[in-house]
Each structure stands twice: as C-alpha cells, then as structure tokens.
C-alpha cells in the first residue's frame, strides 16, 4: 500500500520551493531500513532537503540518498531486570535548512578608516541615533530587537555642527577608542559583545555629519542593554545608532564544525560559495551586502540530534 501525504503548505524561498506536508506511515507496514517517500508524494519535482519533526512519540529521520523516511523510539526495548542499568545516548549529525523572507538589508563591511556619507544600510533599526552630551555621556536605553538572529553594528554620526578629532585632547594627544558592549540574548542563553571602534592617529578626524561604523561577529536574537563608554566632553554632539549585520545566526552548531558543514547557501535566487564566509565560533553564516526584502535558505550538517539510546547492564 503507498504512503499516504497530504500537502498543507506551499512555499516559495528565492528560485526554491519549500512544502509542509503530513505523512501518515500507517498506511503501510514499516520496513527496517525506512520507508520510500518520493518527490512526487511531497508535490515536489525532485527533492533537496526533507526536514521531518518528532510526532506520536516516534523521532524521524530522513535518508537523503536512498529517499527513505526512518523513525526511531527514544529508548530501545529491553527485558526486566531487577539490577541497575546504565543509559548511554548517541547522537548523530542532521541536515538542517535555516531560511528567512523578505529580512531587512544590512552590509558586513566595517568603515573605520575614511568619513562615509551615508549610514551603513539600516544601522539605527536596533537603536536610533543618539546624542553624545557635555559630559561624554551618551544613553542607548531603547531597543527594536532583530528581526532573525544576526550579527549586529556600531554606527557614529558627527551632528557637532564642525570637525571633531577622537583623541584626549592633551599635549601630546592620543587617539580614543569608543567601546560600545551589548547585552542581549541568543539562542535563549544571554549572549554579550563588546564592539570597539579604534581610532589612530591617520583616522582620528571626523568631518561635519559623516560616519563611521564598525560590526560585530556574534549574533543576537534580542537585544536589552547597551553601554557607551570612550568618549570626552569634547566629543559633545557626536550621535551613536546600532543597526544590523549580515552574519546570520544557525539555529543549531555545525556537526564538526568545519566550514564544509555547510552544504549551500541561496540568497535572493543567488548561490553562494561558503568559503570565507563561514563562522565556526560563533556560528554564523555571511550573507554579504543584502538589500531590503532579502530571501536566503542555508542547508547543513547540524548536530546532537538524539537517534537512539543503548543499554548496557
């Protein structure tokens, strides 16, 4: 008897189609090895990533070479014992898909050396612009948080209404560096990065309202707090914003982690070679300079996705 699927959602990701469907694996007998699900049953003309979820207690996995669906229970069956048992679980790697739609632009590209005209794409949407006061003082206290979990910027405005030159002013000046450190949250575990902007005696002069920014490496879901620190009464009018990057966050850490983890990487119906742009440490891939309304699907090999558990006596 085939296996009976019924489609509930269609998708369009970029050049891609992703589709939700319900597999009901009652409709025939289980054979060990896996049951055959074609493209066809899952309305697709051929099939790239099959990203099945727990359900009646069972854990599915799919086998993306032979087109099987596999389903496993969480403890394997043993026979009574009136003496201790000692549980070991192994876990096995996962291909996973991360995608979004329609996300907000961002570029990955610091600007510390030369005055920009422009603030980098969307680099107040955390937190806008604000004011450097006569104490050195600067308050960023209200935040929109991310719309997916990405890496995020420092943007500086000079609104002083003149020049103003990043050092401390003394006889023989040396140059500042302005701290900003982020408080927030990633993967629901509190995440906090401290971005500095370094200023040197070739970069330390800033032209009336033009910016400079410097990005991150860690990506946040949420962000609670920021902390400005560095900057001198002398440096008044000088504005401070927090934007957005292009590093997105992976839901789950790469298997090895290697950057071959990564099997592909779509943005916006463009492919785009994982070399160089893949963050071990921090988990992140990067999607380079990105417009508004952005698309893109990561696919890789994910990892601590529990299989089975054996029992040893």
């Not at 004011?131 to 948080?145: E, I, Q, R």
């Not at 971005?195 to 949420?222: C, E, M, S």
């Not at 983890?261 to 963050?279: E, F, T």
């Not at 952005?294 to 299989?307: E, H, K, N, R």
């Amino acid at each position: 008897m085939a296996v009976a699927t019924t489609l509930k959602q269609r998708t369009h990701l970029g050049n891609a189609r992703m589709n939700v469907a319900d597999i009901a694996l009652a409709a025939e007998e289980y054979l060990t090895g896996g049951i055959v699900i074609t493209a066809a049953k899952l309305g697709l003309v051929g099939i790239y990533s099959v990203m099945p979820v727990p359900a009646a207690g069972y854990i599915f996995e799919f086998d993306h070479d032979n087109l099987k669906l596999k389903a496993y229970t969480p403890l394997k069956a043993h026979a009574a014992h009136d003496h201790a048992n000692s549980l070991s679980m192994v876990a096995t790697n996962s291909r996973l898909s991360h995608s979004g739609a329609d996300i907000l632009g961002s570029g990955n590209t610091d600007a510390m050396a030369t005055d920009e005209d422009a603030s980098p794409t969307n680099g107040a949407v955390v937190h806008a612009l604000a004011s450097v006061g006569s104490d050195g003082a600067v308050t960023l206290d209200t935040f929109t948080n991310p719309d997916i979990g990405r890496n995020l910027c420092v943007v500086l405005k000079n609104n002083s209404g003149g020049e103003l030159v990043m050092d401390d002013g003394e006889v023989e000046p040396t140059p500042i560096t302005v701290s900003v450190e982020i408080t927030g949250t990633w993967r629901g575990v509190v995440q906090t990065e401290t971005i500095d902007l370094v200023f040197t005696v070739d970069n330390k002069t800033i032209a009336n309202t033009k910016f400079r920014y410097q990005y991150g490496v860690k990506p946040f879901d949420t962000v609670t707090a920021a902390t400005v620190t560095g900057f001198l009464a002398a440096h008044e009018g000088m504005q401070v914003s927090l934007g957005l990057g292009s590093k997105v966050g992976l839901p789950a850490d790469l298997a090895t982690p290697a950057e071959a983890d990564v099997i592909s990487i779509n943005r916006s119906a463009s492919w785009l070679d994982p070399d160089g742009i893949v963050d071990t440490t921090n988990m992140t891939v990067n999607l380079g300079t990105i417009a508004d309304n952005a698309d893109f699907t990561i696919v890789y090999q994910g990892s601590g996705f529990l299989t089975e558990v054996s029992i040893t006596n």
